[in-house]
């Protein structure tokens, strides 16, 4: 399984960016994917996620209202639109997959290799 991230950069504070996750290796229609996010010195956070069965959506309440997942199964691409970023949202954000999904970060076996996002303020 592969899974490449990518669309991080460099934004100032309110800007947006669209990240981007293609997979490969696993049947996507089939997967929840998820996106995390760590930031220097701490922990690997859930951010967003979307189920495989209906397209339910979930979402850290730190970004809900601001950050949207979407999936292309067509492409075999989730992606996540931010909008609104704050500093705060500084941090490597890596996507994932896994048959049902989970908010906790040790439950996920296939992890992309990250993509970063700076916002300055």
């Known amino acids: 399984v592969q899974l490449q991230a990518s669309g991080g950069g460099l934004v100032q504070a309110g800007g947006s960016l669209r990240l981007s996750c293609a997979a490969s290796g696993l049947t996507f229609s089939t997967y929840a994917m998820a996106w995390f996010r760590q930031a220097p010195g701490k922990e690997r956070e859930f951010v967003a996620g979307i189920t495989w069965t209906d397209s339910r959506t979930y979402y850290a309440n730190s970004v809900k209202g601001r950050f949207t997942i979407s999936r292309d199964n067509a492409k075999n691409t989730v992606y996540l639109q931010m909008n609104s970023l704050e500093p705060e949202d500084t941090a490597n954000y890596y996507c994932?997959?896994?048959?049902?999904?989970?908010?906790?970060?040790?439950?996920?076996?296939?992890w992309g290799q990250g993509t970063l996002v700076t916002v300055s303020s």
């Open positions: 994932t997959a896994r048959k049902s999904l989970s908010f906790t970060n040790t439950d996920y076996d296939y």
